[in-house]
């Protein structure tokens, strides 16, 4: 993600923990609760950074004092530990000892505070979670991603085995009454859509010259034997001259 400041004047609220330094491009990276922040995951942010820069640049780069980089973590990374050094600013805040600075953010060690709810929502603690939602106050409609990610949380328990397709495939199904009937059949084929149905609901309300049009005679009457056609074809002489 890119935060830009775009437009004069400094803001005035409070932003959440870790980001007080926020300078003119700050570029994040967010590892969630199934994620780890490594060190890959760090050269692949210092890779974005300079991809970036020199896109913005050209063949005069922007100054290096313009950027800050966040790595934003669910959990604590154990593992970069061990060959990172950590300095510790606040409460679950930390900057990592590289030659160029690398703010990270653990969401699970986060001061419980209004202005930090946004990280409590992602921050894979039961009761975090509860308190996120509760100061959180979003911007967007009931449909956003964050009411989802209540739903998903369910506040019930974390624990349980959850792939991205199945959370695509809970929320699609929850959330179909958002779509008309027209834009749910969207790609599906006719015999997909008559699928269950019965033959009688499929047939009513059409008449049976209807329903023959095109249907060749012999296929009409190929269950009838002999004798039933011959007396069907009576039938229909003597209604004409009735």
């Keep these: ?49 300079v991809n970036y820069r020199k896109q913005l640049g050209g063949e005069t780069l922007v100054p290096e004092t313009e950027f800050s980089l966040y790595a934003v973590s669910t959990r604590f990374p154990q593992g970069l530990k061990k060959q990172v050094g950590f300095t510790k600013l606040k409460q679950g805040v930390y900057e990592l000892d590289l030659s160029i600075k690398i703010r990270l953010i653990v969401l699970s060690q986060i001061e419980k505070a209004t202005h930090n709810a946004v990280w409590h929502l992602f921050s894979n603690v039961l009761d975090s979670i509860d308190y996120g939602k509760k100061f959180y106050h979003a911007k967007s409609n009931p449909s956003s ?79 009838y034997s002999k004798q039933e056609f011959i007396d069907f074809l009576e039938k229909q002489e003597l209604t004409k001259k009735h």
């Design 1 to 49: 993600m890119v935060i830009l400041h775009k437009g004069e004047g400094e803001f005035q609220g409070i932003l959440p923990d870790g980001l007080d330094n926020l300078n003119t491009h700050n570029l994040l990276s967010y590892k969630s609760m199934r994620e780890s922040f490594d060190a890959w995951a760090v050269q692949e942010l210092i890779g974005h950074y």
């Design 145 to 223: 991603s964050i009411n989802l990610l209540y739903e998903y949380y369910q506040l019930e328990g974390l624990e349980m085995p959850y792939t991205i397709e199945e959370f695509q495939k809970e929320v699609a199904q929850n959330h179909l009454h958002f779509l008309s009937s027209k834009e749910r059949l969207v790609g599906v084929s006719e015999e997909e859509r008559l699928e269950g149905i019965p033959d009688e609901k499929k047939l009513a309300g059409i008449s049976v010259d209807k329903r023959l049009e095109g249907v060749p005679i012999e296929e009409c009457f190929k269950n």
